[in-house]
């Protein structure tokens, strides 16, 4: 039987690290957070009143097993003049399925049959939430979008509203044996996923490892300056009784050209993996060189030698 791997997460980070996962013999599930407010997203959620779509639909092409024609047609975006401006077929999709069948998970669930997904993607919940932030500086700053624009340290990120997770997300996480918190938006992507009690309370009852998949670069207003351990430090403290156990990262080196790149054009830079740090904090370290050029000019995760990482553990921990 295949060990059980359940990813909290969400957009670029995780879809990269789950086409790398799911050529591996592991049952794979990805919990989405739901609260992106921005864009195409930040619309359809308004005028239809629905949980976030478009991290799922990110998560949902890079999990499909068919023609890769499939996941270049659901991240189409469209250029017009129309009010289809700015919008993805992906997202239009979501939206619909929702609508007819009544839920988002159970549109999911459709459209998941039709691309032959590796796998099972949940949202957090089927609530429209709202996540809120309190910066070091004492402001409030409502909405994801927002928050991610501040440009100022967060201090606390909670919910507007406490949202109603769903059982099947509560249930994955019980059963699992291994829980990644994955590479992305620190803040707006995974931790938002361990601001609720019952998804908290669901960890602390597995017996799953739990693994962190570190992020290769800083990300601006959320992480500046932050080394592989201030990361895991964060995660810890939202989690429960039960920490980060163990983390991936990349020590690979990255080209000056990228650096300045990333940092130019993106004001990021390379997470250093501070190693005794982790170890201090009783936190085995994973590392080795993931460093890899795709075919867009972007710098990211080789998601293939990366998943070998993660399964290699797996396999070889007790669990």
Do not use: W
Not at 81 to 100: E, K, P, Q, R, Y
Not at 158 to 180: F, G, H, M, Q
């Amino acid at each position: 039987m295949n060990k059980k791997v359940v990813i909290l997460g969400g957009g670029t980070g995780t879809s990269t690290l789950v086409k790398g996962l799911k050529q591996f013999p592991v049952d794979i599930t990805v919990v989405v957070s739901v609260c992106d407010d921005g864009k195409s997203t930040g619309k359809l959620r308004k005028e239809f009143d629905i949980p976030a779509v478009g991290d799922l639909r990110r998560v949902i092409a890079s999990m499909s097993e068919t023609e890769p024609l499939f996941e270049k047609l659901l991240e189409y975006r469209f250029n017009t003049t129309s009010d289809l401006n700015g919008h993805t077929v992906g997202n239009l999709l979501l939206t619909a399925l929702c609508n007819i069948t009544g839920n988002m998970s159970d549109g999911i669930e459709s459209l998941s049959k039709v691309l032959n997904l590796k796998g099972q993607v949940l949202p957090l919940t089927e609530d429209n939430v709202i996540l809120m932030a309190k910066m070091s500086d004492g402001t409030i700053v409502e909405g994801e979008h927002n928050i991610t624009e501040a440009n100022k340290k967060i201090k606390k990120l909670y919910y507007k509203k406490e949202p109603v997770i769903t059982k099947k997300v509560l249930d994955s996480i019980k059963n699992a044996d291994l829980i990644i918190l994955s590479m992305g938006s620190l803040y707006t992507s995974v931790i938002c996923n361990l601001i609720s009690k019952d998804i908290i309370s669901a960890i602390d009852k597995s017996k799953a490892k739990i693994m962190y998949v570190c992020n290769m670069f800083t990300q601006p207003g959320e992480t500046d300056d932050f080394k592989a351990s201030d990361h895991v430090k964060a995660l810890n403290a939202y989690l429960g009784k039960r920490k980060v156990q163990t983390v991936i990262a990349n020590d690979g080196k990255i080209s000056k050209e990228y650096e300045k790149k990333y940092h130019r054009e993106e004001q990021k830079d390379a997470v250093i993996l501070d190693k005794d740090e982790l170890n201090k904090m009783n936190v085995k370290t994973i590392h080795d060189n993931f460093v890899k050029v795709y075919d867009d000019n972007t710098l990211k995760h080789d998601a293939i030698k990366l998943s070998l990482k993660i399964f290699e553990e797996l396999i070889n921990s007790t669990f």
